[in-house]
């Protein structure tokens, strides 16, 4: 069925023009309200954002406090290793060869956490400043750190609830990062 078909039940009543219902002057949309603007396309000639959008900043801040939490994390970490000789000559193990090869183990371990605390504390920091012009795989890489930094948030659940802290953050990151307005801003054409 076409349109001036007179059997069609959809087209435009009969003898009145289509378009009927609406102001026929050029320029005015009908009824007294302005157009609507076109919808959001984040690809082509729509709609580009020119603001990073609140959720995407809030992200961007939320992946500071998680990286400001590691460099805690680590500058604990530092000063039981400035204090491990110390606490090790006043326990008494400095005499027996066996109780020292254990007491270096557990040196090793505390030097392997404080410099992976700082590499994150690093890494989140890297992130944090690719926000602005960075593109999806920075927005993929700030899903992909905050689900690591909820594993590291069991290794600091010791240090006055940090832990719990960094879970909470790094769960509001994830979210954040993943909603359209976050992936349209790292989408955006940049020139």
Not at 23 to 46: E, F
Not at 47 to 57: A, H, S, W
Not at 64 to 87: C, K, P, S, T
Not at 160 to 178: H, K, N, P, Q, T
Request: with cysteine.
């Amino acid at each position: 069925m076409s349109y001036g078909d007179p059997n069609n039940p959809y087209g435009a009543p009969q003898g009145q023009p289509p378009g009927y219902g609406y102001s026929q002057q050029p320029g005015q949309p009908g009824y007294g309200y302005p157009s609507a603007p076109p919808a959001a396309q984040p690809y082509g000639g729509g709609y580009v954002p020119t603001q990073m959008p609140g959720i995407t900043r809030a992200a961007q801040i939320l992946l500071g406090v998680i990286a400001v939490a590691h460099v805690i994390i680590a500058a604990v970490y530092g000063v039981a290793l400035a204090q491990w000789d110390e606490q090790m000559r006043e326990a008494g193990i400095t005499g027996d060869a066996e109780a020292e090869r254990f007491a270096d183990l557990g040196k090793g371990v505390v030097v392997f956490f404080a410099g992976l605390a700082a590499v994150f504390a690093i890494l989140g920091l890297v992130l944090l400043l690719q926000y602005a012009k960075g593109g999806s795989s920075v927005r993929v890489c700030s899903i992909v750190y905050a689900s690591f930094a909820i594993v590291s948030g069991l290794f600091a659940l010791a240090l006055y609830l940090l832990g719990l802290v960094i879970w909470v953050v790094s769960i509001l990151v994830i979210v954040f990062c993943a909603k359209r307005a976050s992936t349209e801003w790292f989408r955006r054409p940049r020139y």
